[in-house]
Every structure is written in structure tokens, then in C-alpha cells.
T-cell receptor, first 114, second 111 residues
């Protein structure tokens, strides 16, 4: 779905480096999410935001931080990357109105921490 | 919080056969159950969902059933085709709240 974009698509970094993953959407959705995907572990929620002033921790927030710069932008930061943060990261968005619960995913960012 | 278990983790079927993937959830307050399909190298995409006021929902060759009493729901794919090969994720949530995903099922349809 081209309405949700992520940059970069691939990133290699070294242990201890700070990196930022960015997500932008043109769907006009209020809600945005960051997940990580690891083989055999499914999609695990890192952080989510229901509007610009709302930030919530997910089940695996340790070692991560987020910033909701605008309705359309939600960034994920790794303050000091470590190898076990190597994963595929997805941003997702959803509407806040009525029963429109579908989450729309971005294309993913593949991160390798050496 | 909610805990979603998904089985099997891998599933191989012959083309034309049916495939069934099962999920259980722990929180009886969950009332929305989507299924996502993720093709190799692609993003997860919603294929079907069901709300707790409905027991079954169909969309062409796919269907989802929900048993609220037992707290489990299943994805059924009939007349499988090679393009059905993908990883499938179930999820549970209370409408308006975060999703809890299962660990995924890798489905292979053998031509």
C-alpha cells in the first residue's frame, strides 16, 4: 500500500550507533504503530500512538523510543543499537473512527546491527 | 494482556485441498479478530476479519469462524492455489485498542 511509506528500506549499522527509522502516511489516519518481526515470533508491538499527543509503550519498548512529529509522521529510534535488534520493522496505521479497525502496513525496514 | 496462540507454525497442502489455521486467545473482552497474509518479501495485508457478534464470515475461498465460548477462531481456505502460499497471521483486539498477533503460519501449496 503506497499510502504508508518507510525510510530507509534497508539499513546496516554497528553496535552502539543511534539510528532512526521513519514512517509517513497519506491515509489521513490518526493511529500509527511500530512493530518488529522476527522469525517464529510474529509481529510484536513496540510503540503506538493514537494521536499526535498520545504515545504508548507496546510489549517490547525497551531500547526504543518514538516521536510523533505530525499526524502523518511517526519515527522510531534506537538510541544505542545492539545485535538483537536486528529484525524487520513495520510501521502501520489505522483510522480511529467507528469500526474501521484495519491496520495498513508499510513496506518494512530491514535492519542489521553488527 | 491478551495472549494469542496460533497453530500450526507450518502447513503444506496439495493444490486444491483445504487449509485450516487455528488461533486461541485469552482475553474474553477481545471482540475483533483480523487475519493478515504476508507474501514473501511483502508487507502483511488484511484478508478477512470478524467481530464477536458474528460466528462466521466468508469471502470467496476464505472463511473465518469464531467460537467465543472456547475463545478460538480459525481461518479456512478452500480449493487452495499456489498463490495462497504465504505466512498468515491472526490477531485479537478490543475494538479501539492495540492488536495482539499470533506467531504466524507458513502455508505452502504444492502444485
Amino acid at each position: 500500500d503506497a499510502d504508508v511509506t518507510q525510510t530507509p528500506r534497508n539499513r546496516i549499522t554497528k553496535t552502539g550507533k543511534r539510528i532512526m527509522l521513519e514512517c509517513s502516511q497519506t491515509k489521513g489516519h490518526d493511529r500509527m504503530y511500530w512493530y518488529r518481526q522476527d522469525p517464529g515470533l510474529g509481529l510484536r508491538l513496540i510503540y503506538y500512538s493514537f494521536d499526535v499527543k498520545d504515545i504508548n509503550k507496546g510489549e517490547i519498548s525497551d531500547g526504543y523510543s518514538v516521536s510523533r512529529q505530525a499526524q502523518a509522521k511517526f519515527s522510531l529510534s534506537l538510541e544505542s543499537a545492539i545485535p538483537n535488534q536486528t529484525a524487520l520493522y513495520f510501521c502501520a496505521t489505522s483510522a480511529a473512527r467507528g469500526f474501521q479497525e484495519t491496520q495498513y502496513f508499510g513496506p518494512g525496514t530491514r535492519l542489521l546491527v553488527l | 494482556g491478551e495472549n494469542v496462540e496460533q497453530h500450526p507454525s507450518t502447513l503444506s497442502v496439495q493444490e486444491g485441498d483445504s487449509a485450516v489455521i487455528k488461533c486461541t486467545y485469552s482475553d474474553s473482552a477481545s471482540n475483533y479478530f483480523p487475519w493478515y497474509k504476508q507474501e514473501l518479501g511483502k508487507r502483511p495485508q488484511l484478508i478477512i476479519d470478524i467481530r464477536s457478534n458474528v460466528g462466521e464470515k466468508k469471502d470467496q475461498r476464505i472463511a473465518v469462524t469464531l467460537n467465543k465460548t472456547a475463545k478460538h477462531f480459525s481461518l479456512h481456505i478452500t480449493e487452495t492455489q499456489p498463490e495462497d502460499s504465504a505466512v498468515y497471521f491472526c490477531a485479537a483486539s478490543m475494538i479501539g485498542n492495540q492488536f495482539y498477533f499470533g506467531t504466524g503460519t507458513s502455508l505452502t501449496v504444492i502444485p
